[in-house]
């Protein structure tokens, strides 16, 4: 059965760090892009990263560029996102999703059941 599963999200203070990980299962996550996503309560789900498996390129959005960093893990079947500087508006249930090919452009067609990050003093 091919699943996503997410872990590491929490509460932090601001300007703490954390690290995700999405775990995948029931496939090789080495053929595949995987995007970051999240959704802030009232909000629409908006991107945040995404990082190809042709390459290992990646891309942030603007609100987390330089902050965020993703990476990947082929021997584990595993992508990371590592979250520093957090600010309170980061604060909302992160997803990971696999893209349907090796490239950030193709689309999203497996999702995680997320984890929720709480940035707050």
């Known amino acids: 059965q091919l699943q996503l599963v997410e872990s590491g999200g929490g509460l932090v203070q601001p300007g703490g760090s954390l690290r995700l990980s999405c775990a995948a299962s029931g496939f090789t996550l080495d053929y595949y892009a995987i995007g970051w996503f999240r959704q802030a309560p009232g909000k629409e789900r908006e991107g945040v990263s995404c990082i190809s498996s042709s390459d290992g390129s990646t891309y942030y959005a603007d609100s987390v560029k330089g902050r965020f960093t993703a990476s990947r893990d082929n021997a584990k079947n595993t992508v990371y996102l590592q979250m520093n500087s957090l600010k309170p508006e980061d604060t909302a249930v992160y997803y990971c999703?696999?893209?349907?090919?090796?490239?950030?452009?193709?689309?999203?067609?497996?999702w995680g059941q997320g984890t929720q990050v709480t940035v707050s003093s």
């Open positions: 999703a696999r893209k349907s090919g090796p490239l950030c452009v193709f689309h999203n067609d497996y």
